[in-house]
């Protein structure tokens, strides 16, 4: 069974920065999918960015329109985890983050095709 920890999140002042964390258990995951789904008050959940097969040739990196060039995602396959690195935060990326796995090893769009979710983590933006 996978299971999924994350941490890192938090209460920061608009341009600052924070680190999600997610911890991977229960299976190998360096040929799946890993990434960062965010639910906003009043929104759609949205993919944040998320990526597959880590270290192989085939290797893919997706960002939303909305981060790109402030979020980075990165995973370390030793540990099993997935990092989101945030930074120049705004307002608008206040969300619940949540860490999300698809052992097929491609990225999709929507929430519903990812088996494995973890229990999400607060970030809060203020101005």
């Known amino acids: 069974q996978v299971q999924l920890v994350e941490s890192g999140g938090g209460l920061v002042q608009a341009g600052g920065s924070l680190r999600l964390s997610c911890a991977a258990s229960g299976r190998t995951f360096s040929s799946v999918t890993m990434g960062w789904f965010r639910r906003a008050p009043g929104k759609e959940r949205e993919l944040v960015a998320a990526?597959?097969?880590?270290?192989?040739?085939?290797?893919?990196?997706y960002y939303a329109d909305s981060v790109k060039g402030r979020f980075t995602i990165s995973r370390d396959n030793a540990k099993n985890t997935v990092y989101l690195q945030m930074n120049s935060l705004k307002p608008e990326d206040t969300a619940v983050y949540y860490c999300v796995v698809d052992l097929s090893g491609h990225i999709y769009y929507t929430g519903a095709a990812y088996e494995y979710w973890g229990q999400g983590t607060q970030v809060t933006v203020s101005s």
């Open positions: 990526i597959s097969r880590s270290g192989r040739s085939d290797a893919v990196t």
